[in-house]
């Protein structure tokens, strides 16, 4: 069986390429051919970009991907080549001069970026030395010498995989989903070594409507209106945010200086099938799913933490939380259309221009912490606080404040000012959507795709990645805030499950 997989994945590499330092090198001919007409060549940095290298926002994206069969390194290496290093900002060094930074076109020498570690293939626990490894990881930053990513390749057997390949990029090279659609970009179906990942696209509700006349006028102007009073709510708690505002002292709020510790990053894999469930039984998304459960999970938790420390001892099922509980996700929102896969394949594969970049608007995203009767009413405040948020331009709203505050007061003030809007909230929460049929990554077959991140001044940061049938839950967390993520993991897939019940209870599928 292994040494079946280890010929097809050679015979998968997706075709006779190039070594990683003649196609570089060549790359950098043909920006001299073109008198410099190419956008790598010795670009500036976007100010986006600039603000992850200050040192209270220097955040690194990591992607864990589970396969299937052993790794072979110089498969990878040999892919590698021809399609990630074609993209610009992964051949290219960020250099200082001046007190401006700017993109440089080099070499990649891929011996100091894919790290192949000698591992103890009979060491007792695989699963904590994968989790630990990626701890240790955090602690440490790429050399600036070199372009900011690397890639390491475990072989080694999880419960959930036969070897682990850990991506680790720094934030300043693009935002959250356009990495990961980049990776996604570089793999192929198994069913078709030359078809991209397919990714649902939601659909569009279908406008028509029988209303005529002054209903539809009446309905446009009532829209519009919402749409303006949400937004200028929500600029103005950013504004209060920035000033004062901050989340009530949580077991979940980290302390100052949470961007400087390591991070532990766990996960659990559950059914897609089973959200899509609770879905289609209450007329929501995956998305409004995600959160309910995610709410009910963290009240779970908060709910026993506050237990624990009472002096009598509370009860762990009854509502020991505080009356009112101020907690608050800050996700940050990249308001350029992010580049679809076929436009990042077609980018390596052709060399066509894509847009690519970090325009980060920010999005107070509002938990509601509470012991429910009803676990149903998480899903459905979910889904409240979400259509609102639908109906916000805070966003766009948000980057123009802060590109103001950049522009006027420049990079150190923008800097601050996105340092103290994050740092007053709690967490970070996100929901990304992945391929629908099994890819590989390099010609090996992916189990599962984990991303997360580190480097961010909170103590919390929760990621939802499907992958076909599947959903990961991915919690990166400092544990001098939050000791036991293994609980708070299992809270959150636990809610699922008794959402669900409720939902089989009261015949709603």
């Given amino acids: 069986m292994e040494s079946t997989n280890s010929f097809r994945l050679r015979k998968q590499a997706l075709k006779p390429i190039e070594t990683a330092r003649s196609s570089a090198s060549h790359r950098d001919e043909e920006v001299s051919k073109n008198n410099g007409q190419r956008t790598c060549e010795e670009e500036p940095l976007s100010p986006s970009s600039r603000l992850y290298h200050e040192p209270n926002f220097n955040v690194y994206v990591i992607a864990i991907m589970g396969c299937k069969t052993r790794i072979y390194p110089d498969v990878v290496k040999a892919n590698l080549g021809h399609t990630l290093l074609r993209h610009p900002r992964f051949s290219s060094l960020q250099v200082e001069n001046n007190g401006e930074m700017r993109w440089v076109p080099t070499e990649v020498d891929l011996e100091r970026h894919v790290i192949v570690p000698e591992l103890d293939q009979n060491m007792d626990s695989p699963d904590k030395f994968l989790e630990d490894y990626v701890y240790n990881l955090s602690k440490t930053t790429i050399d600036k010498s070199q372009p900011l990513w690397d890639l390491h390749l475990l072989n080694l057997r999880t419960s959930q995989s036969e070897a682990v390949g850990i991506f680790r990029i720094h934030h300043s090279l693009g935002d959250g989903t356009s990495l990961l659609s980049l990776l996604?970009?570089?793999?192929?179906?198994?069913?078709?070594?030359?078809?991209?990942?397919?990714?649902?696209?939601?659909?569009?509700?279908?406008?028509?409507?029988?209303?005529?006349?002054?209903?539809?006028?009446?309905?446009?102007?009532?829209?519009?209106?919402?749409?303006?009073?949400?937004?200028?709510?929500?600029?103005?708690?950013?504004?209060?945010?920035?000033l004062f505002l901050t989340d009530t002292q949580n077991p979940l709020k980290g302390l100052p200086g949470s961007e400087s510790t390591p991070r532990r990053i766990v996960y659990r894999t559950v059914s897609l099938d089973d959200i899509k469930f609770v879905k289609n039984a209450m007329n929501t998304t995956i998305n409004d799913v995600a959160f309910g459960m995610t709410q009910a999970g963290l009240s779970r938790y908060i709910n026993r933490i506050c237990s624990e420390n009472k002096k009598d001892g509370g009860a762990t099922e009854t509502n020991n939380l505080p009356k009112s509980i101020r907690l608050r996700s800050n996700l940050l929102v990249n308001i350029r259309p992010a580049p679809g896969i076929q436009a990042l394949a077609d980018m390596m594969e052709k060399d066509a221009e894509v847009k690519w970049g970090n325009w980060i608007g920010y999005v107070l995203l509002p938990f509601t912490i509470a012991v429910r009767e009803d676990p149903l009413d998480y899903v459905r405040n979910a889904k409240a606080i979400i259509d609102r948020k639908k109906r916000s331009l805070e966003a766009f709203c948000t980057f123009y404040i802060a590109d103001w505050a950049l522009n006027l007061f420049g990079i150190k003030a923008a800097s601050a000012l996105s340092h103290k809007v994050i740092s007053r909230t709690t967490m970070c929460f996100s929901n990304m959507v992945g391929p629908v049929e099994e890819i590989g990554f390099c010609g090996h077959p992916m189990a599962f795709l984990a991303p997360s991140s580190y480097g961010q001044p909170y103590a919390l940061m929760i990621n939802f990645q499907s992958y076909i049938d599947k959903m990961t839950i991915v919690l990166s967390v400092d544990e001098g805030t939050i000791p036991n993520p293994h609980q708070l993991c299992d809270d959150i897939v636990e809610s699922l499950q008794v959402i669900k019940d409720a939902v089989l209870t009261r015949g709603l599928a």
Wanted: charged content about 25%.
């Fill in 184 to 242: 996604l970009a570089c793999t192929r179906q198994m069913n078709d070594s030359k078809a991209l990942p397919t990714i649902p696209i939601r659909k569009k509700k279908d406008k028509k409507s029988d209303r005529i006349g002054i209903w539809r006028i009446l309905l446009r102007f009532w829209f519009v209106l919402q749409v303006f009073w949400n937004t200028v709510v929500d600029v103005f708690m950013f504004i209060a945010t920035a």
